[in-house]
Each structure stands twice: as structure tokens, then as C-alpha cells.
């Protein structure tokens, strides 16, 4: 069902002129998810035709716009990702882990997303795998499921890490499956003392490789000394990394998931109003108590398109990756070796039912099943209306 305020209306309604007072400074990667999110279920897209094949009533469908950062266009995409998803699961506790990047580097990541946000990657995962091989800690090959997002809840520039880990690994010679603790995983001060260390390393291994480009305010990064003296503070910070507690079981790794996966910006459903005084919408304030953190802010709308535009990732970036037991290469003979260790059946990929992404919801009217009668294309409208169906016994004139 269509939300009463969407992301959509709001680039609808003011995209245009904020295209036109930005013009020369906007990437075509952003030019585009504006396009794409104004365009979505519109004519422009053209669409189908859907009839009940029960009562007779007609609907038209216009096409979405499939791309990753539009809200309404990611419920789909996160559903078929997850059943693919589900014959991975093992009957293990699962983590969640968290990394995030301090603000100092977050600024030079804005200008450098491939290069720092793909270093985010790579820090993170081979902090965790690292630490987990060491004796003195879990002394095991583990798998994770990495997903990068880059915002908090007010929609400002945050990029971290959600990392799924299951609760333990294979042993260096794969004979045995080693646990972790039921209610513990791998010490967040050892993991942050490490990521920073990687990171960093790598970071400066990119600025002198001249494969970082600083921009506007920035421009003075581009000299080493300069950036240097930039990340010294950030040389003596604890550098954050956050364990949560386990989940309650395999289902509650797919309900997170499915929350996390494919989550843009800002969801259709946190938005309240949008007026002559700007966007009003729902965040959550992670500095107040757990009673107050509901909070509802308003932004012009100028502001809140370039918060939004923040977010737009480059061109073939992926943002969700997996590495160690569960990279893609391994995944298979791994997830087997481990079910066999665990004395448990391997997954049927039979019993996983991956939704089609066109599905036609049911009949508004009698709940009956919708079939697609007619297509038609961009810039193109349906034909007229078929003639509404008369009672039995009566002709029509």
C-alpha cells in the first residue's frame, strides 16, 4: 500500500528547483537516483494492465525504478535477497558487530567514497577474522555478512559497518567446529585497537599512492604533512566498535536483516508532513535515554534532498559483502563442512521459495488473484478502460 507521503513526492516537488540552484555541482550519480526516485511508478516507466480473474476489476501498475536507494522500491529487492539468504543460516547464536569510522576520516570519506568506503570493508572484515584466528581469543576461521550504511537517523553523513557473525568457526585444520561463548564473541578493545591500526595504515598507503582527492575545504589534505597533522587525533581515539548481544535464533538474523539489508536514507514511513516549512520526520536521538529517543525534526526541503543525496553510492559499489566461511567462493563446502561437524542435515535449496519481483498483489475488492492483461511502454499509456462487465442475462447496448 502506498504510503501518504513518500520520498518521491517530495524530489517531485522540489527537485526542479533544487537541480537548477545546484546546477554544476550535483555528480551524475546523484542527477540520476533523482530521476529515477521521481520517475518510480509513474507513466514515465510505463507498466501493465491487471485484472481480477474473480470479480473483473482492472487496476493499472506502473514500473518501478529498481534503483538501490529508493525507498519504495527496495521491499522487493531485500525479500528475495533474504530467501536466497536463509539456506545459509546454521543453528548457531549469531552476533551483531558494528564499526564506525570517527568524523575526521568520515569528512575525507565524502570525497573518497570507493576508496575509503571499500578500505571500511576491508579493515572491518580482516579485523574480525584476525582476531577470531588468534589462539589467545577463538582460535577459528569464522564468516560474516557485512553491510555498509552511511547515515544516521537524521540523515547526516555516518558510515559504518553491521556485521552478522555467526557465534564461532572451523578449527585451522577444519576438523571441529569451536563455539564462542554463549553471550561473547571476540573483545571490542582488541577489535577497535586493530581496525584502527588497519585502517589507518591503509589510509595513508592511499594518500600516498595519490588515490584520494580532497575538495573545497578539504583542498589542504592533499598535502601529506597536512593530513597527517589531521589524523593525529584520531591516532590516540578509542576507535568505535560495538558487540550486541546475541539473537534469539535464526529467525531473528532474518527479521534483523531484512530491517538492515536494503534500508536507504530514510524509510517512506518515518516521514510525517511536507509544507511551505520545510519536511517533518521521525529519528531517533541515540544521546537521550532510551524513553526519549523518538524525535521529530523538521528540514527545509533544499536540506533535506542534500542529506538525502549524501547517501548515493558510486556507480557498481556493493554494499552488502561477505567474507571468511561465508565469501562466495568457499560458502558452499564451508556451510557443508560445518552442518556435518554440528550433526545437522545440509539446507535444501528446494524449500527456499524466492518471490518473483513482479508478483501482482491481490484484488483490492474480493482479495482474488490479479493477471497482467496488458503491457505498454515508457512515455505510453494504457488504452481505454475495458467496458465494465454487466450482470448475468443483461446485454449491453
Known amino acids: 500500500m502506498r504510503a501518504s507521503l513518500e520520498v518521491a513526492d517530495i524530489f517531485r516537488a522540489a527537485g526542479p528547483p ?80 558494528v564499526f564506525t569510522l570517527p568524523a575526521e576520516v568520515a569528512d575525507a570519506a565524502f570525497q573518497n567514497k570507493a576508496a575509503i568506503y571499500g578500505l571500511l570493508f576491508q579493515a572491518a572484515s580482516e579485523t574480525m577474522t584476525t582476531i577470531a584466528a588468534d589462539p589467545k581469543h577463538l582460535g577459528a576461521r569464522i564468516g560474516m555478512t557485512t553491510v555498509l550504511h552511511t547515515w544516521g537517523s537524521a540523515m547526516t553523513h555516518h558510515p559504518h559497518i553491521h556485521m552478522i557473525v555467526p557465534g564461532g568457526g572451523l578449527s585451522p585444520d577444519r576438523s571441529r567446529w569451536i ?17 584502527r591500526r588497519l585502517f589507518l595504515t591503509r589510509l595513508m598507503a592511499l594518500h600516498e599512492g595519490g588515490q584520494l582527492g580532497f575538495y573545497g575545504s578539504l583542498a589542504h589534505l592533499a598535502d601529506r604533512r597536512a593530513f597527517l597533522r589531521h589524523l593525529a587525533p584520531v591516532r590516540k581515539k578509542r576507535w568505535v566498535v560495538y558487540a550486541k548481544p546475541p539473537f534469539a535464533g535464526p529467525e531473528a538474523v532474518l527479521a534483523y536483516l531484512s530491517r538492515y539489508t536494503h534500508r536507504v536514507a530514510i524509510s517512506n514511513s518515518r516521514l510525517i508532513r511536507f509544507d511551505e516549512t520545510g519536511v517533518t520526520f521521525r529519528y531517533k536521538d541515540y544521546r537521550r ?41 568457499t560458502r558452499k563446502a564451508g556451510l557443508d563442512t560445518i552442518r556435518r561437524l554440528l550433526g545437522v542435515a545440509p539446507a535444501s535449496t528446494d524449500d527456499v521459495a524466492v518471490e518473483p519481483p513482479d508478483t501482482c498483489p491481490p484484488c483490492p475488492c474480493c482479495g482474488g488473484h490479479m493477471v497482467i492483461v496488458e503491457t505498454f511502454e515508457r512515455q505510453r499509456q494504457p488504452r481505454a478502460p475495458p467496458a465494465p462487465a454487466m450482470p448475468p442475462g443483461i446485454r449491453a447496448p
Open 18 to 97: 533544487y537541480r537548477a540552484a545546484h546546477a554544476g555541482h550535483l555528480s551524475l550519480d546523484q542527477l540520476k537516483v533523482m530521476s529515477a526516485i521521481e520517475t518510480c511508478r509513474t507513466a514515465v516507466m510505463g507498466g501493465h494492465v491487471e485484472a481480477c480473474t474473480d470479480c473483473g476489476h482492472w487496476r493499472v501498475a506502473y514500473n518501478s525504478c529498481r534503483n538501490r536507494h529508493c525507498p519504495r522500491c527496495q521491499g522487493a529487492a531485500a525479500r528475495t535477497w533474504l530467501a536466497e539468504r536463509q539456506a545459509d543460516l546454521l543453528p548457531v547464536g549469531y552476533f551483531h558487530v
Open 179 to 195: 563455539s564462542s561463548r554463549p553471550a561473547f564473541l571476540l573483545p571490542v578493545r582488541v577489535l577497535g585497537k586493530l581496525f
Open 289 to 329: 535515554g532510551d524513553a526519549d529517543r523518538q524525535q521529530v525534526m523538521t528540514l527545509a526541503a533544499d536540506e533535506f534532498i542534500r542529506r538525502f543525496l549524501l547517501h548515493v553510492l558510486p556507480k557498481g559499489f556493493h554494499r552488502i559483502r561477505h567474507y571468511g566461511l561465508l565469501a562466495g567462493a
